[in-house]
């Protein structure tokens, strides 16, 4: 009896032994199978984190793929329009000219004729003054009274300039040469009404845009231009545009090239300043045509390597104004920059 129940006891022993290595695998088991939970959390928020993250970037390149769209689209358009207006500008030239040459040789006849109205009103005038003035001649005197009639009949040919002649005089008058802009960046007008409106002392942006509707007729009728074409391409408002930009851009109102090959301003760039500037030139980007074929992950590395007060700068628009500038879009550029605040599309 004893032998059994002592076996009986190393059973139990043995089973309870087994029974407790069994409560710990489960409790290992369970310790595993949380790790495996939390781990698979955490990689289920790395994921969504990195599909909204894909999210992010692919409207970014979606946004972007639509606004190189536009700006194409809006290149052709403007293209198309430039080839139009030119085409239209060498007709209207042609017949703006035409037209003022008939209306100078006609205001040159209406000189003439009055010219001539005068000469013979003063010479009416003078031959009743020696009418008058026979009766009290001597006979001496009356022998030279033709001598003396021919003289002051000739007197008025020798008259250079008449009374209010303002045409004869300003032809007289030596004036010093005004800075002049270029009239011809107004789409309208062409080298000839250029010069048609230096003599008439217009020489600056600033002057056509303080024109009234009195002045734009005046204009019209001096020049010999069509009435209400002035009006119709809106010169007073190009010339506005083009004096701001004047004064904002002077550079941008010259022929292309005018950047140094060594270097240009890169604060025309929505989101660059002096001090950017001077950061993308140390790292070797001088010009407009550099920082266009410079991508954004390397404007933001330089931009990074400054430290924080640069990180926080988004460059991703940067490329792109500056292509524009380069190519001399400027009115494509400054629609663009509306868009942006601080470089950024808000």
């Given at each position: 009896m004893r032998e059994q129940l002592a076996l009986k006891e190393a059973d139990m022993k043995r089973v309870e032994l087994e029974t407790a290595e069994l409560h710990d695998k489960i409790a290992r088991h369970e310790e595993e199978k949380s790790k495996l939970y939390y781990e698979i959390h955490q990689l289920n928020a790395v994921v969504e984190s990195q599909?909204?993250?894909?999210?992010?970037?692919?409207?970014?390149?979606?946004?972007?793929?639509?606004?190189?769209s536009a700006a194409q689209t809006s290149q052709q358009e403007l293209q198309q329009t430039l080839e139009e207006e030119e085409k239209e500008e060498a007709g209207v030239e042609e017949l703006a000219a035409m037209q003022s040459f008939y209306n100078a040789s006609r205001m040159r006849m209406d000189a003439i004729e009055e010219k001539l109205r005068l000469l013979e009103s003063e010479n009416s005038a003078l031959r009743q003054s020696l009418d008058e003035l026979?009766?009290?001649?001597?006979?001496?005197?009356?022998?030279?009274?033709?001598?003396?009639?021919?003289?002051?009949?000739?007197?008025?040919?020798?008259?250079?300039?008449?009374?209010?002649?303002?045409d004869v005089l300003r032809e007289k008058i030596v004036f010093e040469t005004p800075t002049k802009d270029d009239l011809s960046l107004i789409k309208g007008v062409g080298p000839f009404l250029e010069q048609k409106l230096n003599q008439l002392g217009i020489y600056t942006f600033d002057q056509v845009s303080q024109w009234d509707q009195a002045e734009i007729e005046r204009v019209t009728h001096e020049i010999g231009y069509f009435s209400g074409r002035i009006e119709k391409d809106d010169w007073v408002g190009q010339a506005r545009r083009l004096l701001q930009l004047k004064q904002e851009h002077p550079w941008a109102l010259q022929p292309l090239g005018i950047q140094s090959t060594d270097t240009a301003d890169l604060k025309i760039v929505e989101g660059i300043g002096p001090k950017i500037e001077a950061l993308l030139k140390e790292a070797g980007i001088n010009t407009w045509d550099e920082l266009a074929d410079t991508s954004a992950d390397r404007l933001q590395d330089i931009l990074a390597a400054a430290g924080e007060t640069f990180r926080i700068h988004d460059p991703t628009s940067w490329p792109m104004q500056a292509q524009m500038a380069a190519n001399g879009q400027w009115d494509l550029l400054r629609e663009y920059q509306e868009e942006l605040k601080g470089g950024r599309i808000v």
């Open positions: 599909q909204s993250t894909a999210k992010e970037f692919q409207a970014i390149i979606d946004t972007l793929e639509t606004q190189l026979k009766p009290l001649s001597t006979p001496q005197t009356t022998a030279a009274a033709p001598m003396i009639a021919f003289s002051l009949e000739e007197e008025p040919e020798e008259v250079i300039f008449e009374p209010g002649n303002k």
